[in-house]
Each structure stands twice: as structure tokens, then as C-alpha cells.
């Protein structure tokens, strides 16, 4: 009975998440609606293991040695445990592809948060990253994981806000010149 | 000069490493994970230790306080755990969430209660075994705590004014720049709602961190007798209340003190800065 009820419910909450991809306007990159939607769909248990599934691939995420970048923000702040770095490439097509390092006492959910944004922001434009709203984060996460100290699992946002940020006003900056 | 101990009060409060991977499969204990990384037990811990969440588990969801003595049988009886059992506490931040759910069940008089030394940090960089896997135990009928203890090691605001007021033992474990008002938080953590920066009038500033050496294990007795004996002026006679800004670090303090020191009337102010320094009327001091 529990089961059946558990199955029904799960049911719901893919077919809701599908005609919310399919039918309604999405605010969201299609690689990071995707990601919102699966996650969305997901009990609680899952969720947490497809979070820590994304930390663990968080590393695959750092910069390769053949890659060039136009900005590279490395830095240790008072929102976050560790170092984290952001590098940003901005390809002929305005394409904005974002690595991150992070040092070892950046937390779980934080790695989490790195492996779905550089994948799901991977080819979205610096304009666009720049005017994505932050409330498809709980969505991912979950009401359950977000508590004090949440304010982290926003960081890894901001900073990739922060840096498309920079590398628009240095572009309006060369323009006007 | 006092003479100062050269063992713990306790040494059977704290188990090894070393120790503990010979014993991961001995009957009568459960080795009980407490992180402040939300998802670390997901990333793997080690073999057969349980998860306790110092948030979902053991504070209630609406009144800011810990659990009901019932809610608190049912989370034991759902691990397993009896009150005949050794319940053996680890996690990241050198044990400061393992000491906080350690103090937790004392609070309901659960007795047989370790800290393993050095925490998690020290069981990886040694690298011993780790596993994802999440044990399940046989569930135990863990009787329902007459009282919780809260007159024993607990105190509340009204009982911190009447120390710092009659000028008795009260020790700030948090950084010394949230002590001296220029932060409200710790270093390195988001900024999480404190209207002011400062201290209780009268307590003494002894960093948590003081009490362990770089690998999160604890120092020698004598060492922390000196610490606390002599530089924070903790007589053993008298009532000492320790806290930082949600009571997880002064647990880490409240143990060493209670458990390696031995002292008697220690209590831990959980409400601590996050109380004191919004509560309306309450006095502040910015001293260095």
C-alpha cells in the first residue's frame, strides 16, 4: 500500500516536471532545466545521492591544461571554507564555458552545486548566466538540505555571476573605446 | 603552582583510531556520524557508522530546542541503539558536531558515550576504511528518558546573566574576533543573522581550538589543565557555563572539560551568541 502510494506520488511529480518542461516558458538554459527537472523528480533519497554523485564529479570540472581563458577568478572569501577558482572562455560565438577549482574543505553540497552549474550553464551566453534567476537552486537541492549555512549553496552562483559580470563591463569598457 | 594531572580524567571517553578499526564489528557499540557537511556521510564513513543529522535528528522542527525525551527513544530504537550501548561519535571540524550529539544524549541521560580521537580527518588521512554503504540494525525498544538533563549540563540565558553577573566562570570558545565584537560569525562562514558583535560581560576568550593539536586530536591533560585551569582561572568547585554561537563548538569544550578534565557543573549555553547578542536587553561587552 505504502509502495503503490510512494509509486503514484513519483508518478505525479514526472509527469508535472515534464509538461512544466514542455509546455510552459522556461526562464532556465535547457542543459540546467533539464537538470532542475530530473532532480525535481526525484525522492528524497535519490536526490541526495545524485548530489553527491555530481560532487564526486566535480573535479572533472577543473581547467585542462590546453584550455585559455579570458578571465580566471581564484580567490578565498568569507563565504566559503576553501579556495574556489572560476576560469571563464568566451568562444567566437559569444558562448560562455566556465571551469572551477575548488580546495579540499569546500563542502559537499558546494561541489554539488559546481558540477551542475558548469554543466548545466556549459554554451549559455555570459548575459544570459548573468540574468538567471537563483531560485531553481532550492529546486535542485531540496527543502530538506536547505538550512543554516544554506547560504553556500548559493556561493558557487554568485561567483559565476561575478565573473560573466566582469567580463561584460570589460567588454562594453573596449566598445565605448 | 598547582600540580596538574597527567592523564585524562576520563581516558575511556575517547577511543583511537587504531582501536576502533579493530572493533568496527564488536557487539555493543555503534560508531555514529555528525558532520556539519550536510552530505559528508554520503560520501562514504566509516563501515557500520550510522548518520545522526545534529539539525533533523536532534532539534525539534519548531520550538528552538532539542527533542522530546519520546523522539529521542524512537531515533535510538530506530538505530538500534539501547541504552546498555556504547555509542561512539565522530565527524569533520575536529568532532565539534560528534561532541555536540554526544552532549545531546547525555541530555537524555545516555551514559556510555566515546569521542573518537582525531574525528573523521584523522580516520581518512590514515586511511582506513571507508565505505557508502548504510548499515541497518535489528531496531531496540529504547525506554523513553524519564527527564532530560537539562539542570545538569544545559544552561539557558537567565542562568548565563546570573553567572556573568555574579562574576562566575564563563568561557567564549569562539574565535577571538567574534569575541572582540569585530565579527559575528566564524571566519570563513557566511554571515548567518547576529544583530551584534561582542561577548557576555566577564567570560574569558579560550578558542576551541586550543584544546586540539593540528590533527583534531586532543592535547595532553596537563596541557589543558594549564589551559583551563590556569589561564581561564576554572576552579573544579565552582559552576562553569562555556559557549560559542549555536553551541556546537562549546560542546567540544564542555566535553574536554567535563570528560579530560573531570570537572563537575559544566554546563553548555547552546543558545549562545545567536541568543545573547539579538536578545533585547541583554548586555554586551567589546573588550579585547
Known amino acids: 500500500m505504502g509502495q503503490q502510494s510512494w509509486r503514484t506520488d513519483r508518478k505525479e511529480r514526472v509527469i508535472c516536471s515534464v509538461i512544466r518542461s514542455k509546455f510552459s516558458f522556461s526562464m532556465y538554459p535547457t542543459k540546467l532545466n533539464k537538470i532542475i527537472n530530473l532532480f525535481e523528480t526525484l525522492p528524497e533519497d535519490e536526490r541526495r545521492e545524485t548530489l553527491v554523485s555530481y560532487a564526486d564529479n566535480a573535479k572533472k570540472q577543473e581547467p585542462r591544461e590546453s584550455e585559455k581563458f579570458e578571465l580566471v577568478d581564484v580567490r578565498k572569501d568569507e563565504d566559503c571554507t576553501d579556495t574556489v577558482g572560476v576560469y571563464l572562455h568566451v568562444d567566437e560565438n559569444g558562448k560562455a564555458h566556465i571551469r572551477m577549482t575548488l580546495g579540499p574543505e569546500v563542502q559537499t553540497l558546494t561541489r554539488s552545486m559546481t558540477a551542475i552549474l558548469c554543466k548545466g550553464l556549459e554554451g549559455s551566453t555570459p548575459e544570459e548566466i548573468l540574468d538567471l534567476p537563483s531560485d531553481f537552486v532550492t529546486r535542485i537541492v531540496g527543502t530538506e538540505l536547505v538550512r543554516i549555512r544554506s547560504q553556500t549553496i548559493y556561493y558557487v552562483l554568485t561567483r559565476i555571476k561575478s565573473i560573466c559580470k566582469v567580463y561584460l563591463d570589460r567588454q562594453r569598457v573596449a566598445q565605448v573605446a | ?237 565552582t559552576d562553569t557555563i562555556v559557549y560559542c554561537r549555536i553551541g556546537e563548538r562549546s560542546s567540544h569544550t564542555w566535553f574536554v572539560l567535563t570528560y579530560l578534565l573531570g570537572l563537575d557543573n559544566v554546563r553548555n549555553y547552546d543558545g549562545s551568541w545567536t541568543e545573547w547578542g539579538n536578545k533585547v536587553g541583554a548586555p554586551i561587552a567589546k573588550s579585547a
Not at chain 2, 8 to 17: K, N, Q
Not at chain 2, 35 to 56: K, V
Not at chain 2, 158 to 166: C, F, T, V
Open chain 2, 1 to 237: 603552582m598547582a600540580t596538574h594531572p597527567t592523564q585524562y580524567a576520563h581516558p575511556e571517553a575517547l577511543v583511537e583510531t587504531d582501536w576502533l578499526e579493530k572493533h568496527l564489528n564488536d557487539d555493543g557499540i555503534r560508531i555514529i556520524e555528525s558532520n556539519e557537511d550536510i552530505l559528508l556521510y554520503d560520501t562514504g564513513h566509516i563501515p557500520g557508522a550510522l548518520h545522526i543529522d545534529w539539525r533533523a535528528d536532534l532539534q525539534d522542527p519548531v520550538i528552538r530546542d532539542y527533542i522530546s525525551p519520546e523522539k529521542f527513544a524512537r531515533l535510538c530504537s530506530r538505530h538500534g541503539i539501547a541504552p546498555e550501548t556504547t555509542c561512539i561519535f565522530y565527524g569533520d571540524k575536529a568532532n565539534w558536531w560528534a561532541c555536540y550529539a554526544l552532549w545531546a544524549f547525555r541530555l537524555f541521560g545516555h551514559e556510555k558515550v566515546k569521542i573518537l580521537n582525531g574525528g573523521r580527518d584523522k580516520w581518512k588521512a590514515e586511511h582506513r576504511p571507508m565505505t557508502r554503504e548504510v548499515p541497518k540494525y535489528p531496531e531496540t525498544n529504547y525506554p523513553v528518558p524519564k527527564k532530560r538533563f537539562d539542570k545538569e549540563i544545559r544552561a539557558f540565558f537567565d542562568e548565563a546573566l546570573a553567572q556573568s553577573k555574579g562574576g562566575k566562570p564563563l568561557i567564549d570558545v569562539r574565535s577571538p574576533g567574534e569575541y572582540k565584537g569585530e565579527i559575528t560569525h566564524m571566519p570563513e562562514y557566511p554571515q548567518e543573522g547576529v544583530l551584534r558583535g561582542g561577548h557576555i560581560p566577564g567570560a574569558k576568550s579560550m578558542p576551541w581550538k586550543n584544546a586540539t593539536n593540528d590533527d583534531a586530536t586532543f592535547k595532553p591533560a596537563n596541557e589543558l589543565a594549564k589551559i583551563y585551569l590556569d589561564q581561564c582561572g576554572v576552579n573544579p568547585g
